[in-house]
């Protein structure tokens, strides 16, 4: 009972540290990548190299909007399929200011259907925001009806170049587990082609509601 208590409060200190770093999380670019995002680009990094499994993919851009605008598009997950690539539903099991835990279900081409769920966390001040999420056990799901991993985040901070933009970054890992020979394409619409849908479609999202 002891060792069990121990493991939870530095599992909860572990999640602390995570959420004040991304909160105060910097976010570094290039001046070339600064040159492209002023110009309306998405900056995609491949963070892959030496990965055995899975993906890891993040993207940048520049939204027009205020750091709560953003904010409040991202925390409302039962809107996720009308905007986020590839999500059929997202289901709330529970949900308050700074937590929730959702039961998402994918749908792929070919009619597959996968399903997780994550245990989110979010936050925002003046300056930064930021949605943190680790996928957590489904009791009942069969291996082929879910994925093997998920991690990631959002950070959204003011921009310092342009004070009427906010610069956002998406950050995550994938693992689909094991894929039928000659389905592995698949992998690749979920990490290379859908990141910067997430960041487009948000972007038009949060556009769309503050006009």
């Known amino acids: 009972m002891v060792r069990i208590s121990i493991l939870l409060v530095l599992s909860l200190i572990t999640t602390l540290i995570r959420e004040d770093s991304l909160l105060n ?5 290039s001046q070339n990548e600064k040159n492209l995002l002023s110009q309306g ?4 990094r491949d963070l892959s190299s030496g990965e055995k499994d899975g993906k890891t993919i993040e993207a940048i851009c520049l939204i027009k909007a205020s750091i709560d605008e953003v904010y409040q598009v991202l925390i409302q997950f039962e809107d996720y399929h009308k905007f986020m690539p590839n999500i059929n539903q997202v289901e709330i099991l529970k949900n308050n200011s700074t937590h929730a835990i959702l039961n998402y279900t994918l749908e792929l081409p070919m009619h597959k ?11 925002k001040d003046k300056y930064h925001a930021y949605l943190n999420w680790t996928m957590v056990s489904w009791p009942g799901l069969k291996d082929s009806e879910t994925i093997r991993n998920t ?3 959002w950070v959204i901070n003011n921009y310092p170049d342009n004070e009427e933009y906010v610069i956002a970054l998406y950050h995550v890992f994938t693992d689909l587990g094991d894929m039928p020979l000659g389905l592995g394409w698949i992998v690749d619409i979920l990490t290379y082609h859908s990141v910067p849908s ?6 038009e999202r949060v ?5």
């Not at 997430?198 to 972007?203: G, W």
């Open 113 to 123: 259907i996968k399903k997780y769920r994550l245990d989110m966390s979010f936050g």
């Open 25 to 29: 999380k910097e976010i570094v670019l």
């Open 207 to 211: 556009l769309s509601k503050s006009n």
């Open 198 to 203: 997430v960041l487009i479609n948000t972007k």
């Open 41 to 44: 680009e998405i900056i995609v």
């Open 151 to 153: 991690t990631g985040y």
